[in-house]
T-cell receptor, first 117, second 109 residues
Framework: GAVVSQHPSWVICKSGTSVKIECRSL??????MFWYRQFPKQSLMLMATSNEGSKATYEQGVEKDKFLINHASLTLSTLTVTSAHPEDSSFYIC?????????????FGPGTRLTVT | GQNIDQPTEMTATEGAIVQINCTYQTSGFNGLFWYQQHAGEAPTFLSYNVLDGLEEKGRFSSFLSRSKGYSYLLLKELQMKDSASYLC??????????WGAGTKLIIKP
């Protein structure tokens, strides 16, 4: 199956700093990638849809100025958590479908566990 | 609004069979997915149903009834490694995935 990687797998940062998380499709091109957040014992919450070459689409309630998304190439999307606070501590997961705009399964990255102290 | 319902937690015995139900109400339907997620890991794809009926894949089977807005995931010959959360997700008319809260399955020896 297709492979999606994320880096870093875990990160600890101080409150007020920024953290960048990378999501890469290793063996396919992804025009669309999705960013999710998952708090303990809860389901996935879609934060935004990342589109190659255009602006990301954010879900209601997600601050686009705080969670900066850049999809600069067909294999890389980045999520930057700016001015991080302890409440941003969560498990961040990206995913990408093999083909966009259709009922295709999504391939998930291994996730990034962010802890803000 | 859009809604996916599945039980929060289920317990079963090793070697037994368990059925995890999922009901949904969405704006449009382009298929239903089941994913498995072990604690601290990302979800992995299990099955996809878009037509009514049963799809069998080894020990796992998934059933769909579009008229009833209902699906179930059937796990046979349960193994301890099947202890995980099982997520039901429906793709709506805009090809957006709507996720259920997940069912935590606990397998006891």
């Amino acid at each position: 199956g297709a492979v999606v990687s994320q880096h870093p797998s875990w990160v600890i940062c101080k409150s007020g700093t920024s953290v960048k998380i990378e999501c890469r499709s290793l063996d396919f091109q992804a025009t669309t990638m999705f960013w999710y957040r998952q708090f303990p014992k809860q389901s996935l919450m879609l934060m935004a849809t990342s589109n190659e070459g255009s602006k990301a689409t954010y879900e209601q309630g997600v601050e686009k100025d705080k969670f900066l998304i850049n999809h600069a190439s067909l294999t890389l999307s980045t999520l930057t958590v700016t001015s991080a606070h302890p409440e941003d501590s969560s498990f961040y997961i990206c995913s990408a479908p093999l083909l966009a705009g259709g009922p295709h399964e999504q391939y998930f990255g291994p996730g990034t566990r962010l802890t803000v102290t | 609004g859009q809604n996916i319902d599945q039980p929060t937690e289920m317990t079963a015995t090793e070697g037994a069979i368990v059925q995890i139900n999922c009901t949904y109400q969405t704006s449009g339907f382009n298929g239903l997915f089941w994913y498995q997620q072990h604690a601290g890991e990302a979800p992995t794809f299990l099955s996809y149903n878009v037509l009514d009926g049963l799809e069998e894949k080894g020990r796992f089977s998934s059933f769909l009834s579009r008229s009833k807005g209902y699906s179930y995931l059937l796990l046979k010959e349960l193994q301890m490694k099947d202890s995980a959360s099982y997520l039901c997700a429906v793709m709506d008319s805009n090809y957006q995935l709507i996720w259920g809260a997940g069912t935590k399955l606990i397998i006891k020896p």
